[in-house]
């Protein structure tokens, strides 16, 4: 199965934006910004649309390859329309990180990495977020940050989100 990404105007047009925050000679480091763009547009960074990104900044494709999948945020992949990472650095562990994460699984009936029967959710684990003395925390599509997540609290999150599934 081959995948294409075309480049729209529109979309070139957020490329252009991004890169012309740089001088020329360094527009490479709008990288982020345009993997950015691409994953808000089509929902995940496909190797294809790197190869797109890689083209557009004048950049070796491993170069973008390399940006993909070192940072969680870029989804190389679809996934449900909520991704939930929840931290498993040792802060979050030794306050129930791991117990939180096998929860969630469970009650999705999800594996670690996968996507609930229903496309509404995706479980991963992460590193560190940055919330240590909230722990266990959970990020909700990368923006929304939950404190404290105790198997009740995950309950009513899962319910929430799944109330307003079709809302957005």
């Known amino acids: ?6 480049l729209s105007v529109a979309t070139e047009a957020l490329f252009a934006r991004e ?4 001088p020329a000679e360094q527009k490479a480091s709008a990288v982020m910004a345009c993997l950015a763009i691409v994953q808000n547009q089509i929902g995940y960074v496909s190797r294809a649309s790197e ?15 390399e940006v993909t999948t070192f940072y969680n945020m870029y989804n190389q992949r679809p996934l449900g329309k909520y991704k ?3 931290c498993t650095n040792l802060p979050c562990q030794l306050r129930n990180g791991q117990q939180a994460l096998n929860h969630l699984c469970e009650k999705l009936g ?3 990495g996968g996507t609930s029967a229903d496309g509404l959710f995706t479980v991963q ?16 599509n990368d923006r929304q940050m939950c404190s404290f997540m ?17 809302e957005n």
């Not at 199965?1 to 075309?6: A, L």
């Not at 890169?19 to 740089?22: G, L, N, P, S, T």
């Not at 684990?125 to 909700?140: K, N, Y």
């Not at 105790?150 to 079709?166: F, N």
């Open 150 to 166: 105790s198997h009740q609290r995950i309950d009513e999150l899962v319910d929430t989100l799944k109330a307003h599934a079709g």
């Open 125 to 140: 684990q992460s590193e560190c977020l940055g919330a240590c003395a909230d722990a266990p925390v959970l990020l909700v």
């Open 110 to 112: 999800v594996e670690l």
């Open 84 to 86: 939930l990472n929840v």
């Open 19 to 22: 890169a012309a925050k740089y």
């Open 51 to 65: 190869d797109v990104v890689a083209v557009y900044l004048g950049m070796p494709p491993i170069a973008v390859y």
């Open 1 to 6: 199965m081959s995948e294409e990404f075309v």
